[in-house]
């Protein structure tokens, strides 16, 4: 069973950087999709990004386009998501997934909080 730990959030400025890291344990996630989703309070969970199992392919939201870019490690068993130029309204507690393409998400973490101040 694929367990997965958010970590690297945190307080960061309106315009700033932050980088979070999604590491996984109990299997490997070479052949999974891993996605990005992000919590805003009173909201909905929602997509933020995944990339596909060779890291060759990226898909984002349009909110965060040329802002957020997704990478992974598979020999570190661990995913990243780089986000730069952050706004107020990226203010969310960040999870990521893991699923086979075209298939559900299977195995969630437990998220990570990111708070971008004004």
């Known amino acids: 069973q694929v367990q997965l730990v958010e970590s690297g959030g945190g307080l960061v400025q309106a315009g700033g950087s932050l980088r979070l890291s999604c590491a996984a344990s109990g299997g490997t996630i070479s052949r999974y999709t891993m996605g990005w989703f992000r919590q805003a309070p009173g909201k909905e969970r929602k997509f933020v990004g995944n990339?596909?199992?060779?890291?060759?392919?990226?898909v984002y939201t349009d909110s965060v386009k040329g802002r957020f870019t997704i990478s992974r490690d598979n020999a570190e068993n661990t995913v990243f998501l780089q986000m730069n130029s952050v706004k107020p309204e990226d203010t969310a507690v960040y999870y990521c997934a893991a699923g086979y393409s075209g298939g559900p998400w299977d195995h969630w973490g437990q998220g990570t909080q990111v708070t971008v101040s004004s």
């Open positions: 990339i596909n199992w060779s890291g060759g392919n990226t």
